[in-house]
């Protein structure tokens, strides 16, 4: 099992900075890949940053030159640098975490409690 905490959210204007972290703990060498999605009003949850260890990373396109994610070599922490944030970067923003294990593999899906980021003038 593996446990994810966010924090690092709030209220920032347009413009500003903001970093969010999430602590990890629990079976951290199952992991394979980290990743931060986010949920607005109203809208489904989606894949804002993905990093997998010892390969690629991904941003979706409205997050990408302004946002980037870095992780801990010993899995215990996963960031999301925002930068140049928007009105509609506004969302709760979730840590996830997949781990996989066993023969045949088994990929286990995690997740935080989320944490809130309003961007407002």
């Known amino acids: 099992q593996v446990h994810l905490v966010e924090s690092g959210g709030g209220s920032v204007q347009p413009g500003e900075s903001l970093r969010l972290s999430c602590q990890a703990s629990g079976n951290l060498w199952s992991i394979v890949v980290v990743s931060w999605y986010r949920q607005a009003p109203g809208k489904e949850r989606e894949l804002v940053a993905q990093s997998r260890y010892g390969g690629s990373t991904y941003y979706s396109d409205s997050v990408r030159d302004r946002f980037t994610i870095s992780k801990a070599a010993d899995k215990t922490e996963v960031f999301l640098e925002m930068n140049n944030v928007k009105s509609e970067d506004t969302a709760v923003y979730f840590c996830?975490?997949?781990?996989?294990?066993?023969?045949?593999?088994?990929?286990?899906?995690?997740w935080g409690q989320g944490t809130q980021v309003t961007v407002s003038s």
């Open positions: 996830h975490a997949q781990g996989i294990k066993g023969v045949p593999e088994r990929k286990t899906n995690y």
